[in-house]
């Protein structure tokens, strides 16, 4: 039988381990530096297998921490709202819990709904008609887009805002509110941020704030 000597070398380049299991066999003492070189690359191999494995490891660990610590922020703002029997009070928990939970403090908070006469409302909580308008259009969280000027103007000008949040409050399907939230930071509220947390933390908003204008039945 003959054998393609091209065909042996190119496998052994691929395969030298295979001379090295097989030495007995052939009467062959390899090289104990050769052996060593070997046994090193695999150890490195190894190690750096196991290097990339502890990394990820510690990213997932750090992931979940952050999640954790993401997730107890909301269940504290939503324990404010749960306490609340007015209006005042729905507003003073939203402010507390922007501020205390999430460093949050350049914020403006409207109420677009129409206001029943036997609730009593701030008057710094009422919305002109162009905010209404605007806030009609709103139908999801809005992240880093620079909002209407009507909004704008509703945001302190100092210190310079970069990023900002709109958060519409929806009671089925009507907006009964609207929160626009600004940040120094301009990837702080990034076009591509999630939004299932906020939108969970408005639809919370919005359901105290439907019981408070008495429309929960």
Same mark, same amino acid.
Not at 73 to 93: E, G, I, P, S
């Given at each position: #039988?003959?054998?393609?000597?091209? &065909? ?16 007995? @066999? ?12 070997? !046994? ?6 190894? !190690? ?8 990820? =490891? ?11 610590? +993401?997730?107890? &922020?909301? #269940?504290?703002?939503? !324990?404010? =709202?749960?306490?609340?029997?007015? $209006?005042? !009070? ?7 819990? +922007?501020?205390?939970?999430?460093? +949050?403090?350049?914020?403006? /908070? ?5 206001? %029943? &006469?036997?609730?009593?409302? %701030?008057?710094? =909580? ?9 806030? @009609?259009?709103?139908?999801? %969280?809005?992240?880093?887009? +620079? ?6 103007? /509703? ?6 805002? @970069?990023?900002?949040?709109? /958060? ?17 930071? @301009? ?5 591509? #941020?999630?939004?299932?947390? $906020? ?12 019981? /408070?204008?008495? =429309?929960?039945?």
């Amino acid at each position: #039988m003959s054998i393609d000597e091209a &065909k042996v070398r190119a496998f052994l380049h691929a395969q030298p381990q295979w001379l090295y299991e097989h030495a007995a @066999e052939f009467n062959l003492r390899p090289i104990e530096s050769k052996i060593l070189s070997f !046994q090193q690359g695999k150890m490195q191999v190894m !190690q750096r297998k196991t290097e990339k494995m502890a990394s990820q =490891l510690i990213q997932m660990l750090g992931d979940a921490d952050a999640n954790h610590t +993401l997730m107890a &922020k909301f #269940m504290a703002f939503d !324990q404010r =709202l749960l306490t609340v029997n007015t $209006v005042t !009070q729905w507003q003073r928990a939203i402010r507390d819990g +922007l501020k205390n939970e999430f460093a +949050l403090s350049y914020y403006a /908070l409207k109420i677009v709904a129409d206001i %029943p &006469k036997n609730v009593r409302v %701030p008057v710094t =909580l009422l919305a002109e008609n162009r905010i209404k308008a605007i806030s @009609e259009k709103l139908t999801a %969280p809005v992240c880093g887009a +620079l909002p209407a000027a009507a909004l704008l103007e /509703l945001l302190p000008a100092q210190p310079r805002l @970069e990023s900002f949040l709109q /958060l519409p409050l929806l009671w089925k399907d009507q907006v009964l509110a609207i929160l626009v939230i600004g940040h120094e930071n @301009e990837a702080h509220f990034a076009p591509d #941020m999630a939004t299932e947390w $906020v939108t969970a933390m408005a639809d919370n908003m919005a359901i105290v704030l439907a019981r /408070l204008l008495k =429309l929960v039945r």
